[in-house]
């Protein structure tokens, strides 16, 4: 665990825009996976909490010319100057140095949402209700990850508690590093076109890394200089060309 | 110096004062609580009880306990739609908390849809039925009350008996929603032990393409499938490929592997839809023009012969589809559906040149095309000589079966009208819906009996009688029999995942009670495992196919199985069964309109699109995600937590046709038909053609509607359903709410 920490990961994402046919089974693994409650009555899409949240985005020609792709929006892990570790005044957000994570420390969180509004991608939610599954259902949720109540923010943390799976799968196999098939995301594993390649931009050998630098990939808002670690990748140049506004419908 | 009066005076003055009780002022309590609060801040008392009243807030009975306990794994499959996918469950203590594909599966490719992944969570939907009920009345209005199996059972067993006599005026009938099932053969069985009973397939429960070219190839043994792995071009009218067709595991691996496979798909459609947005060309039609774009393909491969030589000599009809397609010009038919006539003889060219296969799809909503536009498409494959070919569509061998059915399967629309009695509609969903209006004008013209197995309240059960609570997904040994369009016949188990709750009812086993009290003989199985075991016996004894690991990792034909529980145990460890048969022979007279008739066909001058008069209503709907019933909760992520879904009773309409009606985008809308009106909210879509309104037929705004009524109909209440059993198309008006 020690040589673990020790390692210096910087685990991102590339995903590939027009390979994603938005599906959503993304959104719906991510809140399985993550304990994330249903919808409350009056929950809009507002108020909702989804870690990662597909956006459908149109080039806003007409018809037949209209084109759209589905962007799969979730918390870019900033890099650089991270805009919510700076504004929370409870250090409930921390980055882990040993893998470039941005975490969410709930208990420490007291609701100000200051992080909501420095999130320049829109990637924090806010718990306006206590979690509430029907009735039964919560013996099927995921043991690895306790659920937030009413009052704190929380946000896509690369499903931590896979990433705690796998290194305890590593100290327990004696080996210093996570194999890299061990720890994937619940978004990655599930999404059915592949779209979404996960792993450690700090190995250049890794398959992310390599397509991190491809041609055609970018980040979204740049100029803010916040290094996401989500990487983008599309072939149609509007798509790219989106790069420096977030996609908000 | 002070006197000796003045010292007495001062000392009796301190004297009376020191005798006064204390007398504490305002400023001297303010003082004393400020002191108070500000010292406290410097003791750890308040820290220690704002940290202990947080903890303590946290073990409230509302707080989520977590399942602790040991961690197994069980592969099992999906039921939610005839799909069928393999499952990898993480259980603990025994709960399923997360299921997952297993990738080495070869028919579902470790793919699970949004609905799979929750799948587990919808046996405690807030509408989940868990006992029998009893509407008192007819009609949504009536109240639901409590009953028992064998309460329901001696109910109907004088009509059952009087269906029997033969003098029933009216007669009984199942409808079964996912047929091919040793369920379904158990079905056909009951049916047949009463005069005219009749055993039908709800709309979307199989292939539309394949349903009707069966009717062309005049063959009523074996199954169809499409060769996808070797085809290089699909036309696709409209079949959801990347968004729950069939399996989708099967379509969506091969449209990723287009660079190695060579695979060009083509989609035609009104909207931009998901599978429009990942097709290499979407030719965006005119709803309603579809048969005049297929004939004009036709029309342009017999005249330049790019058909089979043989299509000539064996397709009797070949010369009628020859004068027929003639009047279809692609210059005629490019002013009417709107696609270049360029790009027609572009499609048929590259249907004619590659192993292809041309396909229509039920939308989960606005059901199958109507049947002559079905046929003229199915008629395509016939003309390119797709038939039994590599790459096209074959015919191979069922799942082995003792062939011990008596009835015919018909379709729900071949029913005749007011000719059930007594309708038994089965609890496995196709992941389709329809208008209750089809269903009702089948039933007698006193409204029938009608007898629902089903797992929710969903808004089918308003024409229910009698309510029978079937086993939820994953509660019950089920089985995974042939997915439509499948390549090879294949077998497996859904393993439960749950607990059955006591109160369900095993489908087999309300047969054998309906058998009971109508004086029947048994009707050969008393539980679903029974007819299961039945089935893996059948296999064991054909000695076809071979049975693969839950992981793919070996295969074992059953031909080297010593016994039938080697197979039995094989499946009930997560193994599937895959056909290694050779395709049958195909019935080489096809025909290419097999009963329709040209004249149905003189449409090429349909009208222009209106886009401030009548507009064209056409029902948009997601496999699965049709009914709230069907949606698990937290599938509220993708409906009202986001944009990525729309709700139902939204229609999207392109933004000039919104602008034309003096509409705006978020308006509330009223929708007119013949059948009646509602209102609903618009959102403008440039990605809908314009002219139409693009209804979308989806879960209510949240999961938790009142039991004891169902949720309204619809959009799909306003639909007119044709004789053919279709309903894509009803012109409709709109106007301001």
């Known amino acids: 665990m020690e040589q673990t920490a020790q390692s210096k990961s910087r685990y991102g994402m590339v995903i590939d825009l027009d390979r994603c046919t938005g599906c959503g089974v993304c959104m719906v693994a991510c809140a399985v996976e993550n304990n994330v409650a249903p919808a409350e009555q009056k929950a809009t899409e507002r108020t909702g909490v989804t870690w990662l949240r597909v956006y459908p985005v149109s080039n806003g020609e007409g018809f037949p010319a209209n084109d759209s792709v589905f962007i799969p929006m979730t918390c870019q892990q900033c890099g650089n100057h991270t805009p919510c570790v700076s504004v929370c005044p409870q250090n409930a957000v921390e980055v882990d140095p040993s893998t470039g994570i941005v975490g969410q420390i709930p208990q420490r ?46 946000k896509c943390n690369f499903c931590h508690g896979r990433l705690h799976a796998a290194r305890t799968k590593a100290a327990a196999a004696g080996r210093k590093e996570i194999a890299a098939g061990d720890y994937v995301p619940a978004c990655v594993e599930s999404c059915p076109s592949r779209a979404i390649v996960f792993g450690d931009l700090a190995d250049e050998t890794n398959e992310v890394s390599r397509l991190s630098r491809s041609i055609n990939t970018f980040q979204f808002l740049p100029k803010l200089g916040t290094a996401p670690k989500i990487f983008y990748h599309s072939a149609k140049e509007w798509v790219r060309k989106m790069a420096d506004r977030a996609p908000l419908a | 110096m002070q006197n000796a009066t003045e010292t007495t005076a001062v000392l009796i003055a301190i004297s009376e004062r020191e005798k006064r009780p204390m007398n504490i002022t305002r400023r001297e309590l303010l003082t004393f609580a400020g002191g108070s609060i500000l010292g406290a801040l410097f003791t750890p008392i308040p820290w220690k009880l704002l940290d202990d009243s947080a903890i303590w807030t946290q073990n409230w009975s509302l707080i989520p306990r977590l399942p602790r306990g040991p961690e197994t794994f069980t592969f099992t499959g999906c039921t939610l739609c005839p799909g069928g996918c393999a499952v990898k469950a993480r259980r603990v203590n025994g709960h399923p908390v997360s299921l997952v594909g297993v990738a080495g599966h070869s028919l579902s490719n470790g793919i699970l849809c949004p609905m799979g992944i929750a799948g587990h969570h919808l046996a405690y939907h807030p ?30 067993a004088p009509m059952l008996k009087d269906i029997r006599s033969s003098s029933s005026k009216g007669t009984i009938a199942v409808l079964d929603q996912r047929p091919g099932r040793v369920l379904s053969d158990l079905y056909r069985k009951f049916v047949s032990n009463f005069p005219g009973g009749i055993y039908a397939v709800a709309p979307g429960s199989e292939d539309p393409t394949l349903t009707t070219l069966r009717a062309l190839c005049n063959t009523t043994e074996g199954t169809l499938g499409y060769d996808l792995e070797n085809t290089r071009v699909i036309l696709s009218f409209g079949a959801p490929l990347v968004d ?39 030719l965006p039609i005119m709803p309603g023009t579809e048969a005049a774009l297929a004939l004009a393909i036709g029309g342009v491969i017999v005249r330049q012969n790019l058909f089979p030589a043989k299509i000539e000599k064996t397709s009797p009809d070949f010369h009628t589809y020859k004068t027929l397609v003639s009047k279809f010009e692609p210059e005629d038919v490019a002013a009417v559906c709107g696609i270049p006539s360029s790009v027609i003889s572009e499609t048929a060219h590259a249907l004619a040149s590659n192993p292809s296969v041309v396909m229509s799809g039920y939308d989960p909503a606005g059901g199958p095309l109507d049947s002559a536009t079905e046929t003229v498409i199915a008629g395509l494959n016939v003309l390119l000589g797709n038939i039994g070919r590599t790459g096209g569509i074959s015919l191979h061998p069922p799942i082995p079966s003792p062939g011990a059915t ?10 005749p009208d007011h000719s059930v009695r007594l309708l038994l509609i089965d609890g496995a969903e196709s992941g389709h819906t329809y208008p209750l209006s089809l269903l009702k004008r089948k039933l007698t013209a006193d409204g029938g009996t009608v007898v629902m197995l089903s797992p929710y309240l969903s808004s089918r059960s308003a024409l229910a009688d009698y309510l029978v609570p079937s086993p939820a997904a994953f509660e019950s040994l089920e089985e995974i029999s042939t997915p439509p369009g499948a390549r090879r016949s294949s077998f497996a188990l859904s393993l439960p995942l749950l607990k059955q709750p006591d109160t369900t009812v095993d489908p087999a086993t309300l047969l054998a009670k309906l058998a009971g009290a109508s004086g029947l003989p048994s009707v050969g199985a008393e539980t679903v495992e029974s007819c299961l075991r039945q089935r893996a016996h059948d296999i064991w004894l054909s000695k076809r196919g071979t049975l693969a690991t839950p992981t793919g990792s070996s295969q074992t034909p059953v031909m080297a199985m010593a016994s039938e529980e080697e197979l039995w145990k094989g499946l009930s460890e997560g193994g599937w069964w895959v056909d290694n048969m050779q395709d049958k022979q195909v019935n080489p007279r096809l025909t290419l309109l097999g009963l329709m008739t040209p004249d149905r066909y003189d449409k090429a001058s349909a009208p222009a699109l209106d886009t401030t008069g009548t507009l064209k209503l056409i029902p948009f709907g997601w496999r699965n995600a049709t009914m709230t019933a069907s949606v698990a909760p937290v599938l509220s992520k993708l409906f009202q937590e986001s944009h990525l879904r729309s709700l139902g009773g939204r229609v999207h309409i392109n933004p000039s046709t919104l602008a034309a009606n003096a509409l705006s985008d978020g308006a509330y809308v009223k929708i007119s038909t013949h059948s009646g009106n509602m209102t609903a909210q618009a959102v403008a879509d440039p990605s809908v053609i314009p002219g139409v309104i693009h209804a979308i037929v989806g879960p209510s705004p949240n999961n938790t509607a009142s039991k004891d009524r169902p949720e309204a109909e619809g959009i799909l209440g306003l639909c007119a359903v044709r004789d053919d059993g279709s309903w894509r198309i009803t012109e409709a008006t709109i106007a301001k709410a």
């Open chain 2, 406 to 415: 008596t009835s015919p399967a018909v379709g729900l629309a071949q029913v």
């Open chain 2, 127 to 156: 509408l989940r039925l868990r006992r029998p009920f009893a509407f008192t009345g007819k009609g949504a209005d009536s109240p639901l009350v409590p009953s028992t199996l064998d309460e329901i059972a001696s109910n109907l």
């Open chain 2, 244 to 282: 729950g067709w069939s399996t989708p595991g099967r379509t969506v691996k091969l449209l990723q592997n287009r660079n190695q496979n060579g695979l060009k798909l083509i989609q035609v459609e009104g909207v931009q839809s998901r599978t429009a947005l990942q097709a290499d060309t979407w």
């Open chain 1, 109 to 154: 969180c007291l609701g100000c949402r200051y992080c909501m509004t420095a999130c320049p991608y829109h990637a924090r939610y806010f718990d306006w209700w206590d979690p509430q599954w029907p009735e039964g259902t919560e013996a099927l949720l995921n043991p690895d990850v306790a659920p937030r109540m009413r009052g704190v923010a929380e």
